[in-house]
């Protein structure tokens, strides 16, 4: 299991020597993400994608729900009021349920990917401001060690925080 960490940079060349000392401790580029603001040159650095800038991993967790119910609801009513001339079984629940399962997630997927990401709320500012924040999702054992490297070696972080959790497939 992975934890994020978050850090507040005050510029580009902090992010990449904080991105050469992560490489170095052994944490792969594809878990360290970089967020700015339109126009900032992130050279060589790893850009947040849409997965850590939008809520789209919570809006497909709440259509897979929300679909899933649904479309129980639309099979058991299917069931006790069958069209006319069919004949309708007990699967037909489980069809309906993973037909809605499906749409949901699609559709609340379409929706959440052009909200911003609610947990980068607190950050709006200082990255408006010309700040670089950086998400580093690190092995759950290696949280004290990676943020200790971070904070020690760089004095000019203005911030880390821990998220509690993270999605499993970012």
Avoid: C
């Amino acid at each position: 299991m992975r934890r994020r960490l978050y850090f507040m940079l005050p510029d580009t060349y902090s992010a990449k020597q904080i991105a050469d000392e992560l490489l170095l401790a052994r944490i792969e580029i594809s878990h360290i993400h970089v967020l700015a603001k339109d126009g900032v040159a992130l050279d060589g650095l790893h850009e947040a994608s849409i997965l850590q800038k939008s809520d789209f991993v919570h809006g497909v967790e709440s259509g897979l729900v929300i679909g899933g119910a649904a479309g129980i609801v639309a099979g058991v009513v299917a069931l006790l009021y069958p069209p006319s001339g069919v004949t309708l079984h007990l699967v037909s629940i489980l069809i309906t349920a993973l037909l809605g399962a499906g749409i949901g997630a699609w559709v609340s997927s379409m929706i959440a990917s052009s909200v911003p990401n609610s947990r980068l709320k607190q950050y709006e500012q200082a990255i408006a401001d010309g700040g670089i924040l950086m998400m580093v999702d690190v092995p759950s054992g290696r949280v004290a060690e990676i943020q200790q490297l971070v904070t020690r070696r760089h004095p000019e972080v203005r911030g880390s925080q821990l998220d509690p959790t993270i999605p499993a497939f970012p």
